[in-house]
Nanobody, 120 residues
Framework: VQLQASGGGSVQPGGSLRLSCTAS????????MGWHRQAPGKQRELVAT???????IYADSVKGRFTFSRDNAKNTVYLQMNSLKTEDTAVYSC???????????????WGKGTLVTVSS
Protein backbone atom coordinates (compact mmCIF):
# COMPACT_ATOMS: atom_id res chain seq x y z
CA VAL A 1 0.00 0.00 0.00
CA GLN A 2 1.33 3.42 -0.93
CA LEU A 3 0.05 6.87 -0.06
CA GLN A 4 0.96 9.70 -2.41
CA ALA A 5 0.43 13.24 -1.22
CA SER A 6 0.66 16.44 -3.19
CA GLY A 7 -0.23 20.09 -3.00
CA GLY A 8 2.14 21.58 -0.48
CA GLY A 9 4.01 24.79 -1.06
CA SER A 10 4.59 28.31 0.16
CA VAL A 11 1.88 30.87 0.69
CA GLN A 12 1.42 34.17 2.47
CA PRO A 13 -0.73 34.46 5.58
CA GLY A 14 -4.38 34.50 4.63
CA GLY A 15 -3.74 32.42 1.55
CA SER A 16 -5.03 29.02 0.56
CA LEU A 17 -3.64 25.64 -0.44
CA ARG A 18 -5.23 22.32 -1.27
CA LEU A 19 -3.62 19.03 -0.37
CA SER A 20 -4.55 15.67 -1.81
CA CYS A 21 -3.53 12.14 -0.92
CA THR A 22 -4.28 8.97 -2.84
CA ALA A 23 -3.85 5.45 -1.56
CA SER A 24 -3.00 2.64 -3.95
CA UNK A 25 -2.03 -0.99 -3.80
CA UNK A 26 -3.67 -4.11 -2.44
CA UNK A 27 -6.52 -2.29 -0.74
CA UNK A 28 -9.68 -4.02 0.33
CA UNK A 29 -11.03 -1.24 2.46
CA UNK A 30 -9.83 1.99 4.04
CA UNK A 31 -11.44 2.51 7.42
CA UNK A 32 -9.97 5.83 8.44
CA MET A 33 -7.97 8.28 6.38
CA GLY A 34 -6.77 11.73 7.19
CA TRP A 35 -4.07 14.31 7.70
CA HIS A 36 -1.55 14.92 10.43
CA ARG A 37 1.10 17.61 10.64
CA GLN A 38 4.37 18.21 12.41
CA ALA A 39 5.70 21.69 12.87
CA PRO A 40 9.39 22.34 13.57
CA GLY A 41 10.22 21.44 17.15
CA LYS A 42 6.74 20.14 17.88
CA GLN A 43 5.03 16.79 18.09
CA ARG A 44 2.94 15.48 15.27
CA GLU A 45 -0.73 16.32 15.63
CA LEU A 46 -3.99 15.36 14.01
CA VAL A 47 -5.38 17.90 11.56
CA ALA A 48 -8.45 16.17 10.18
CA THR A 49 -9.59 12.65 9.62
CA UNK A 50 -12.69 10.80 8.49
CA UNK A 51 -14.07 7.32 8.69
CA UNK A 52 -15.38 5.52 5.64
CA UNK A 53 -18.84 6.35 6.92
CA UNK A 54 -18.11 10.06 6.77
CA UNK A 55 -17.58 10.98 10.41
CA UNK A 56 -15.04 13.80 10.26
CA ILE A 57 -12.91 15.12 13.09
CA TYR A 58 -10.96 18.38 12.99
CA ALA A 59 -8.33 19.80 15.27
CA ASP A 60 -9.70 22.83 17.10
CA SER A 61 -6.95 24.97 15.63
CA VAL A 62 -8.18 24.44 12.06
CA LYS A 63 -11.96 24.39 12.50
CA GLY A 64 -13.65 26.93 10.27
CA ARG A 65 -10.56 27.34 8.10
CA PHE A 66 -9.79 23.85 6.78
CA THR A 67 -12.20 21.58 4.97
CA PHE A 68 -11.56 17.87 4.74
CA SER A 69 -13.16 15.71 2.09
CA ARG A 70 -12.88 12.10 1.12
CA ASP A 71 -13.61 10.29 -2.13
CA ASN A 72 -13.96 6.65 -1.17
CA ALA A 73 -14.21 5.50 -4.78
CA LYS A 74 -10.82 7.02 -5.54
CA ASN A 75 -9.21 6.22 -2.17
CA THR A 76 -8.37 9.90 -2.02
CA VAL A 77 -8.64 12.57 0.63
CA TYR A 78 -8.34 16.30 0.24
CA LEU A 79 -7.60 19.12 2.62
CA GLN A 80 -8.67 22.59 1.54
CA MET A 81 -6.78 25.04 3.72
CA ASN A 82 -8.01 28.61 3.78
CA SER A 83 -7.04 31.62 5.87
CA LEU A 84 -3.66 30.07 6.49
CA LYS A 85 -1.61 31.31 9.43
CA THR A 86 2.10 31.20 10.07
CA GLU A 87 1.45 28.62 12.77
CA ASP A 88 0.07 26.26 10.11
CA THR A 89 3.60 25.85 8.78
CA ALA A 90 4.40 22.16 9.04
CA VAL A 91 5.00 18.96 7.17
CA TYR A 92 1.60 17.50 6.40
CA SER A 93 1.34 13.73 6.12
CA CYS A 94 -1.61 11.56 5.26
CA UNK A 95 -2.39 8.38 7.13
CA UNK A 96 -4.74 5.55 6.31
CA UNK A 97 -5.95 2.56 8.29
CA UNK A 98 -6.11 -0.05 5.54
CA UNK A 99 -7.46 -3.55 5.36
CA UNK A 100 -5.53 -5.17 2.55
CA UNK A 101 -6.75 -7.86 0.19
CA UNK A 102 -4.90 -10.40 2.33
CA UNK A 103 -7.26 -9.63 5.19
CA UNK A 104 -6.53 -8.90 8.81
CA UNK A 105 -7.64 -6.21 11.20
CA UNK A 106 -6.05 -3.34 9.33
CA UNK A 107 -2.75 -1.51 9.49
CA UNK A 108 -1.73 2.11 9.49
CA UNK A 109 0.10 3.41 6.45
CA TRP A 110 1.74 6.81 6.15
CA GLY A 111 2.51 8.82 3.09
CA LYS A 112 5.59 10.92 2.58
CA GLY A 113 4.90 14.35 3.97
CA THR A 114 4.42 17.51 2.01
CA LEU A 115 5.73 20.81 3.33
CA VAL A 116 3.39 23.74 3.83
CA THR A 117 5.09 27.05 4.57
CA VAL A 118 3.08 30.10 5.53
CA SER A 119 5.20 33.19 5.61
CA SER A 120 5.12 36.83 4.64
Amino acid sequence: VQLQASGGGSVQPGGSLRLSCTASGSIFKINVMGWHRQAPGKQRELVATASSGGLTIYADSVKGRFTFSRDNAKNTVYLQMNSLKTEDTAVYSCKARVITTTGGAGMDYWGKGTLVTVSS
